[in-house]
C-alpha cells in the first residue's frame, strides 16, 4: 500500500494565522491527491481535488498545491470554524489510502 | 442535492456477518463515472477505505479484506450493499458510504453520509 505521510500530526495556531500542513506519498501519486476536513463527529468534507482544485462552496482561504510525492495544503488565515483534523487521501495505487491526519487547534 | 444514509445493524457478535445498505438521492448510477464507496474510520483513527463500485458496475475491494467483503447496487431502489463476513471486534467503526463523482481518472468522494457507528462484541 501507498504510504501517505503528513505532518505535523497537529499544529496550534492563532486566528488569522497562515497554516501549512504537508503529505508525503511513498510513491508518486501524479496529482491524485485530495485533502477533506473532518470535524469531532462528522464525516469528512472534501476540501480540494487533484491536488490544487477547490471543491465546491469551498472558502478560497484554502488551498493545495503539489504532484508526485510531495503535496502541501494551505489555510491562508485561520478562522475558529477550521478547528478540525486534515486528511490527506491518495488513488493512483489501490487501495485508496489516507494520511494520517492533522489536528489544527486554536 | 446528492445526499447519502447508511442503515444497518449498530452491534454484531464476532463471527457475525454485517450487512449495511447506502440510501442514496440527487444521483443515479445511469451517469457515466458515477461511483459508491464505503470508507470505515475506527474510533480515533485514520479513514480506512474498504469497496468501491462504479456505474458500470465494476467493483473494487481493499486487498487485505477482499475475502471478506462485497459489493453490489440496486439501481432500481438508489441503493448500494456492503457485506461483510466473520467480523472481529477490531472491525468497530463508524462506517460511511460516499459518492465518488463522475469522471474517469482519481477515485475520491464528494459527498459523504453521516456514517453508521457498528460494534463488534459478544
Known amino acids: 500500500d501507498i504510504q501517505m505521510t503528513q505532518s505535523p500530526s497537529s499544529l496550534s495556531a492563532s486566528v488569522g494565522d497562515r497554516v501549512a500542513i504537508t503529505c508525503q506519498a511513498s510513491?508518486?501519486?501524479?496529482?491524485?491527491l485530495y485533502w477533506y476536513q473532518q470535524k469531532p463527529g462528522k464525516a469528512p468534507k472534501l476540501l480540494i481535488y487533484?491536488?490544487?482544485n477547490l471543491a465546491s462552496g469551498v472558502p478560497s482561504r484554502f488551498s493545495g498545491s503539489g504532484s508526485g510525492t510531495g503535496f502541501t495544503f494551505t489555510i491562508s488565515s485561520l478562522q475558529p470554524e477550521d478547528v478540525a483534523t486534515y486528511y490527506c487521501?491518495?488513488?493512483?495505487?489501490?487501495?485508496?489510502?489516507f494520511g494520517g491526519g492533522t489536528k489544527v487547534e486554536i | 442535492q446528492i445526499t447519502l444514509k447508511e442503515s444497518g445493524p449498530t452491534l454484531v457478535k464476532p463471527t457475525q456477518t454485517l450487512t449495511l445498505t447506502c440510501t442514496f438521492s440527487g444521483f443515479s448510477f445511469s451517469t457515466s463515472g458515477v461511483g459508491v464507496g464505503w470508507i470505515r474510520q475506527a474510533p480515533g483513527k485514520t479513514p480506512e477505505w474498504l469497496a468501491l463500485i462504479y456505474w458500470n458496475d465494476i467493483k473494487r475491494y481493499r486487498p487485505s479484506l477482499k475475502s471478506r467483503l462485497t459489493i453490489s447496487k440496486d439501481t432500481s431502489k438508489n441503493q448500494v450493499v456492503l457485506t461483510m463476513t466473520d467480523m472481529d471486534p477490531v472491525d468497530t467503526a463508524t462506517y460511511y458510504c460516499?459518492?465518488?463523482?463522475?469522471?474517469?481518472?482519481?477515485?475520491?468522494?464528494?459527498?459523504w453520509g453521516q456514517g453508521t457507528l457498528v460494534a463488534v462484541s459478544s
Open positions: 487521501q491518495q488513488s493512483d495505487y489501490p487501495p485508496l489510502t
Open positions: 487533484d491536488a490544487s
Open positions: 510513491l508518486d501519486v501524479d496529482d491524485h
Open positions: 460516499a459518492h465518488r463523482p463522475q469522471g474517469f481518472v482519481g477515485d475520491y468522494f464528494d459527498y
